[in-house]
T-cell receptor, first 113, second 110 residues
Framework: KAGVTQTPRYLIKTRGQQVTLSCSPISGHRSVSWYQQTPGQGLQFLFEYFSETQRNKGNFPGRFSGRQFSNSRSEMNVSTLELGDSALYLC????????????FGPGTRLTVT | GEDVEQSLFLSVREGDSSVINCTYTDSSSTYLYWYKQEPGAGLQLLTYIFSNMDMKQDQRLTVLLNKKDKHLSLRIADTQTGDSAIYFCAETLPPDKLIFGTGTRLQVFP
């Protein structure tokens, strides 16, 4: 069974631009969660999607958004990028609940210059 | 608050035991998890414990839970160089949110 895949793996953007990251969960998994990992803030929960609906949301500004498609694939979008958005963005999938056993992808390393 | 605390760094000699500690925040957390992150990789679930348990053993891993003190620990027996990584504990907050600790970097030296 293929694991969680994230594309792209690395991304460099400039301030003010927007970015879209993609996550393909493990086949059969319906819950997808997104996390931001930075050296200063650690691992922060962004949001969780299930059946194309956002079910949980962390404490991030509205510039961070996401969606989930009918095949459970998910995208997250960050608009008006700031330097502080530079981070590793991790996606995790689980069968049903965001607190079931989560399987993480390798992450997308975003650098904002 | 939602701060799950861990010590930042632990250094052990190969073959010794490692104990990584975690203090979580919500006594109603149903599951508590330990994840491992190797350089350049995502997180890998190592083990978890249900809140009505005090201890769980899984091969070289032993998880201890003290609900009264909201304290969780992970003991790795016979630590190997391949165990060098960052270890995160995580608690569940209702309804379905997973909150991660600050992470402990384990360094194993020969």
């Amino acid at each position: 069974k293929a694991g969680v895949t994230q594309t792209p793996r690395y991304l460099i953007k400039t301030r003010g631009q927007q970015v879209t990251l993609s996550c393909s969960p493990i086949s059969g998994h319906r819950s997808v969660s997104w996390y931001q990992q930075t050296p200063g803030q650690g691992l922060q929960f962004l949001f969780e999607y299930f059946s194309e609906t956002q079910r949980n949301k962390g404490n991030f500004p509205g510039r961070f958004s996401g969606r989930q498609f009918s095949n459970s694939r998910s995208e997250m979008n960050v608009s008006t990028l700031e330097l502080g958005d530079s981070a590793l963005y991790l996606c995790a999938s689980s069968l049903v609940s965001g607190v079931d056993e989560q399987y993480f992808g390798p992450g997308t390393r975003l650098t904002v210059t | 608050g939602e701060d799950v605390e861990q010590s930042l760094f632990l250094s052990v000699r190969e073959g010794d035991s490692s104990v990584i500690n975690c203090t979580y925040t919500d006594s109603s957390s149903t599951y508590l998890y330990w994840y491992k992150q190797e350089p350049g990789a995502g997180l890998q679930l190592l083990t978890y414990i249900f809140s009505n348990m005090d201890m769980k053993q899984d091969q070289r891993l032993t998880v201890l839970l003290n609900k009264k003190d909201k304290h969780l620990s992970l003991r790795i027996a016979d630590t190997q160089t391949g165990d060098s990584a960052i270890y995160f504990c995580a608690e569940t907050l209702p309804p379905d949110k997973l909150i991660f600790g600050t992470g402990t970097r384990l360094q194993v030296f020969p």
